[in-house]
């Protein structure tokens, strides 16, 4: 079955550490999309990206970095820069990016200060 | 500023009965609006998209109303069953590109 795999599903990192999410897609989507999670607030956009070797950042980018070498994978990486990284971490895919076709999510990673 | 706003009090409903859940808007003139299931713990699944030019989208026991007037969305469950318990969200277009701009999702709780 076509889908978005996330790992880990849990994760904790240590201070002044990176530490890096996996998200990979088998649905052949160009669009791929990195939101957190936090209780009781929307999803919120980290980065996005409509093609491979090309990416922007969302509404909160600072202290997150990622990668498209490859159509099928985002990875995110959670740097010591960000100071409040627990939250729940979701990965989306889209046929391309337009705001008429539904994304398909991830079950997500769930992130945590040790 | 742009806002999305939807009830942020579980909606709690007894097996049989519709539930109707809100999503109202500000500052934006959204093309396309779309609703999301999500389960503890896990991603949103997709359910629905209305047009601007549709009144009314329906998916099963699903259905969806759009009035641009009133920026406002309605998502009606009916016939609920203890399976339809999960929160929802809308999510509206934010820019000409497709960035979606999500509410934060209301809980609905379905008793037998």
């Known amino acids: 079955d076509g889908g978005i795999t996330q790992s880990p599903k849990y994760l904790f990192r240590k201070e002044g550490q990176n530490v890096t999410l996996s998200c990979e897609q088998n649905?052949?989507?160009?669009?791929m999309y990195w939101y957190r999670q936090d209780p009781g607030q929307g999803l919120r956009l980290i980065y996005y990206?409509?093609?491979?070797?090309?990416?922007q950042k969302g509404d909160i980018a600072e202290g997150y970095s990622v990668s498209r070498e490859k159509k099928e994978s985002f990875p995110l990486t959670v740097t010591s820069a960000q100071k409040n990284p627990t939250a729940f971490y979701l990965c989306?895919?889209?046929?391309?990016?337009?705001?008429?076709?539904?994304?398909?999510f991830g079950d997500g990673t769930r992130l945590s200060i040790l | 500023s742009q806002k999305i706003e939807q009830n942020s009090e579980a909606l709690n409903i007894q097996e049989g009965k519709t539930a109707t859940l809100t999503c109202n808007y500000t500052?934006?003139?959204?093309?396309?609006l779309q609703w999301y299931r999500q389960d503890p713990g896990r991603g949103p699944v997709f359910l629905l998209l209305?047009?601007?030019?549709?009144k009314e989208k329906r998916k099963e026991r699903l259905k969806v109303t759009f009035d641009t007037t009133l920026k406002q969305s309605l998502f009606h469950i009916t016939a609920s069953q203890p399976a339809d318990s999960a929160t929802y969200l809308c999510?509206?277009?934010?820019?000409?590109?497709?960035?979606?701009?999500f509410g934060a999702g209301t809980q609905v709780v379905v008793t037998p």
């Open positions: 500052n934006y003139s959204p093309a396309y």
């Open positions: 990206s409509q093609i491979v070797n090309d990416f």
């Open positions: 649905l052949n989507h160009d669009a």
């Open positions: 209305i047009r601007e030019n549709e």
């Open positions: 989306a895919s889209s046929p391309a990016g337009y705001s008429n076709q539904p994304q398909h």
């Open positions: 999510a509206l277009l934010s820019d000409s590109w497709g960035k979606l701009q």
